[in-house]
């Protein structure tokens, strides 16, 4: 996993709304496209990009291939930022 690839992931608005959707599970592409007003493909390079990052899995079942969230690779990331953060008790 490429944290650079991960953040650039997280960092367009549309792909942090398609992490969640798929927060409460699986969905087609299709009923992902339903969701916003920008083309098929658009939403497919979405997912691309979310893929290549490990953010979210794809899985084929008949004709449909399911979209489903790898919450693994953010809790890496919500590590790191924890630990980036450091321990500022001034208490």
Sequence with gaps: MS??????????????????????????????????????????????VLKDADLIRDERDGKYIYYELNASVLEEIMLWITELKGDNDND
């Design 3 to 48: 944290i650079q690839n991960t953040l650039k992931a997280l960092s367009d608005p549309t792909r942090r709304e398609i992490l969640s959707m798929l927060k409460k599970g699986r969905l087609t592409a299709g009923e992902i496209v339903e969701k916003f007003p920008v083309s098929g493909a658009a939403v497919s390079r979405h997912l691309s």
